[in-house]
């Protein structure tokens, strides 16, 4: 007896969705079509790592001063080879590199789009077995088609966007991403070598009982979150509280669980950090495009960050990201008692 599968893969689907951006004429769903390739030559490294020589430090620093682990540097180049060769993508930016990226061969020049990327967050995770992930970032180019892209091509808010995503590689690896018109997750079935569409228009809940943070550095956070995170801690039954602490670590696995199950992430401002860590070009926008297509919010604490106009490519910020009720009552904590 025949079995049959209604399945819908990343490549069909984004086709499908092509209505959603008509004059695009497939160059979006080209360039996704890539992105997914590019994240499923970086998980067969990664369900690899223990057993290749991936692992461990390259031995070389990134633009930030952080060191950088070997699997930063693959991602990096797969990425980065994917969208040069898709045709579509004029240049991109990652966290890897101090300058943007050009693509200057003659397909490339005539690209309508630019690309921001963290090839591998939380890389430094692999060598523990924990969960790591990718975020991208897709908008239009502001230069002439034809000519070399420059810095305030990539240096765009947040609202301009095309479209975002992540791609976590965990007990399963998904690719979460929106073109402004719902979000969208699919899991990489590793037998037929093609992400699947496994969760269709997701929402985030208003209200979480999940707060993400890394409460070792809470003597230096601002006196606002302290005390929101005291106000996690209590016991009052109308609210659900107390809440769970939930931290990972990495930014896309911490985002994704709260994504689906309702929580917030923070990552303030703090005495070692005065700008905050997070970069806002290709790690604050994309997951906040994600979140409020979801339904919930993301914010500097101040204001939302995708209203934000950035001043430089690794442009840091205070970050938090989730259900939007509980970023409305942060933002009340801090503007109460101060950053």
Do not use: W
């Not at 950088?68 to 980065?80: G, M, N």
């Not at 969208?83 to 693509?103: K, M, Y």
């Amino acid at each position: 007896m025949a079995i049959y599968y209604n399945i819908t893969t990343l490549n069909d689907f984004v086709i499908l969705k092509q209505k959603d951006y008509p004059n695009a004429k497939g160059e979006l769903s080209n360039l996704l079509s890539h992105i997914g390739t590019a994240a499923k030559i970086v998980n067969k490294k990664i369900t690899k790592a223990g057993l290749v020589d991936i692992l461990g430090r390259a031995g070389t620093v990134n633009v930030q001063g952080e060191d950088q682990q070997k699997l930063d540097i693959y991602a990096d180049k797969v990425f980065t080879d994917a969208l040069r060769t898709s045709g579509d993508c004029c240049g991109l930016a990652t966290e890897e590199n101090q300058n943007i990226i050009v693509f200057t061969d003659k397909f490339a020049r005539k690209g309508k789009y630019v690309v921001c990327m963290d090839p591998l967050d939380g890389s430094s995770n692999l060598d523990y077995n924990v969960s790591v992930g990718s975020i991208f970032s897709i908008y239009r180019r502001i230069t002439p088609r034809g000519e070399n892209v420059g810095n305030e091509d990539f240096i765009q808010k947040g609202d301009m966007q095309v479209a975002a995503g992540y791609i976590v590689y965990g007990s399963s690896t998904m690719l979460v991403y929106s073109t402004g018109n719902g979000v969208y997750g699919f899991t990489l079935d590793p037998s037929i070598g093609e992400f699947c569409l496994s969760h269709s228009c997701i929402k985030t809940p208003e209200a979480g009982r999940i707060y993400s943070i890394n409460e070792g550095n809470y003597v230096n956070f601002p006196m606002g979150i302290k005390k929101y995170i005291k106000y996690c801690q209590e016991k009052d039954e109308s609210t659900g509280r107390p809440y769970t602490s939930r931290y990972v670590g990495s930014l896309v696995s911490d985002f994704h669980r709260n994504l689906l199950m309702g929580g917030v992430f923070m990552y303030p401002s703090n005495a070692n950090a005065p700008k905050g860590k997070l970069r806002i070009v290709y790690e604050c926008n994309p997951i906040a495009f994600i979140a409020e297509h979801a339904g919930g919010a993301a914010s500097d604490g101040h204001e939302r960050i995708m209203g934000l106009t950035p001043e430089s490519l690794h442009q840091r910020s205070p970050f938090y990201t989730g259900s939007k009720n509980m970023i409305k009552k942060i933002e009340e904590f801090l503007a109460t008692e101060g950053y």
